[in-house]
């Protein structure tokens, strides 16, 4: 199963919509599946249409009761977008992939893509500095999904 929408506002100038696309793959493990949550959020926007294109995303995570990946480009170069963000990740029981990395681009500082997972294993993450077709570096992983006894989902949403 998957899913995708657009931002509700656009951007300035572009007029560009941001796309966010989900999908449910379903796993080994009895009844258990994995839902995979790629998105652009909106940028160069007041923080009001960055928070309502943000809750759009965290929406597809809502009801899932099974491990998550969480990935993209989320447009945190300020403490505010980052801190709301954040605490969204943490209502949601998300926790960030730990990266070593270096911005493409110099965005304020800021990393702007994140990874972040629920009920799964991270064995290695890497950065591929050397690919340069992008203002981002692209990032690949390697997962393994936690035996579902130990693992239970979030019991609050």
């Known amino acids: 199963m998957h899913y995708f929408s657009a931002s509700t506002h656009s951007e300035p100038i572009t007029k560009t919509k941001k796309m966010q696309l989900a999908t449910v793959y379903a796993l080994n493990a009895v009844g258990q599946s994995l839902l995979i949550v790629n998105s652009h959020i909106i940028n160069f926007?007041?923080?009001?249409?960055?928070r309502t294109h943000l809750d759009q995303v965290f929406q597809?995570?809502?009801h899932h009761e099974g491990p998550v990946l969480l990935a993209g480009d989320f447009n945190t170069?300020?403490?505010k977008r980052l801190k709301y963000f954040n605490a969204l990740a943490t209502s949601f029981s998300l926790q960030e992939v730990e990266m070593k990395r270096q911005p493409r681009l110099n965005h304020l500082l800021q990393h702007l893509d994140h990874i972040y997972y629920r009920g799964l294993d991270v064995l290695e993450a890497h950065v591929h500095t050397d690919i340069r077709s992008s203002d981002h570096y692209p990032i690949s992983m390697s997962l393994r999904t936690l035996n579902p006894t130990t693992y239970s989902p979030p019991s609050d949403k």
């Open 77 to 79: 170069w300020n403490e």
């Open 45 to 50: 926007v007041a923080f009001e249409k960055f």
């Open 60 to 62: 597809s995570i809502e």
